[in-house]
Nanobody, 116 residues
Framework: QVQLVESGGGLVQPGGSLRLSCAPSGIVFGIFTMAWYRQAPEKQRELVASIERSGNTNYADSIKGRFIISRDNAKNTVYLQMTSLEPEDTAVYYC??????????WGQGTQVTVSS
């Protein structure tokens, strides 16, 4: 019954930056892992970055050094600061949250387009 809402997507030029945000639409408890996935047209959804409640992070090799994932535990909000964006980063970015119970929650996705 929990819904995640992403925001911050848009159109940027190569080399530009965007900051994505994701937060539940209502009150949610016990979120362990929050993550960002992306899916390009005709491609499978892939993990971009994840962050545990403790702050431990994991990044896809393709974006290491360019993206930073962070979270505000009090707000159950996760962020993805994206810099040095490339056309290959163009995709719909989805937010995911996993509760301690194992329940998974997904956002509706936000479009990121990197093009000149």
């Amino acid at each position: 019954q929990v819904q995640l809402v992403e925001s911050g997507g848009g159109l940027v030029q190569p080399g530009g930056s965007l900051r994505l945000s994701c937060a539940p639409s209502g009150i949610v408890f016990g979120i362990f892992t929050m993550a960002w996935y992306r899916q390009a047209p005709e491609k499978q959804r892939e993990l971009v970055a994840s962050i545990e409640r403790s702050g431990n992070t994991n990044y896809a090799d393709s974006i290491k050094g360019r993206f930073i994932i962070s979270r505000d535990n009090a707000k159950n909000t996760v962020y993805l600061q994206m810099t040095s964006l490339e056309p290959e980063d163009t995709a719909v970015y989805y937010c995911k949250a996993v509760g301690y119970s194992g329940n998974e929650y997904w956002g509706q996705g936000t479009q990121v387009t990197v093009s000149s």
